[in-house]
């Protein structure tokens, strides 16, 4: 009786591999701009990004210790996310508040401000932990 051996394929690591690049795109937009008005400029460091730089680094090295349950880097994910949808949200309505607040004066009309590409960026890294 001849008996046969059968190779099983390593598993795909796709899933890691994606929260990897997620921790790594948050990890970038922390250090890039979060909001704009007009000359001023703040980044994910000059508030909550500091909280999701932290945790993304966490999840970075998380990724690579094999005995970690992926399931501790998503809810991780999950904290990071709920952070950069909230800093939109919150920095949106900073925006209309000192608009609203020099709209009588001469300089009203011509203040501008932006949600810039850090938090979208933060947003999508950690969807793609989450993924």
Avoid: C, H
Avoid at 52 to 76: E, P, Q, R, Y
């Amino acid at each position: 009786m001849e008996t046969r051996v059968t190779q099983v394929p390593p598993k795909k690591q796709y899933g890691r591999n994606a929260a990897k690049l997620g921790a790594l795109l948050v990890i970038i937009g922390a250090f890039l701009p979060w909001g704009k008005l007009d000359d001023v400029v703040i980044t994910g460091l000059d508030g909550d990004g500091i909280i999701t730089l932290i945790g993304a680094v966490a999840i970075f090295v998380m990724l690579f210790m094999k005995k970690v349950s992926l399931w501790a880097s998503m809810a991780v994910g999950l904290i990071i996310a709920g952070i950069g949808v909230a800093q939109t949200f919150s920095i949106s309505q900073k925006i209309d508040e000192i608009k609203s607040i020099f709209a009588s004066s001469l300089i009203g009309p011509k203040i501008t401000g932006r949600i810039d590409f850090g938090v979208y960026l933060t947003i999508v890294g950690s969807a793609l932990i989450v993924f």
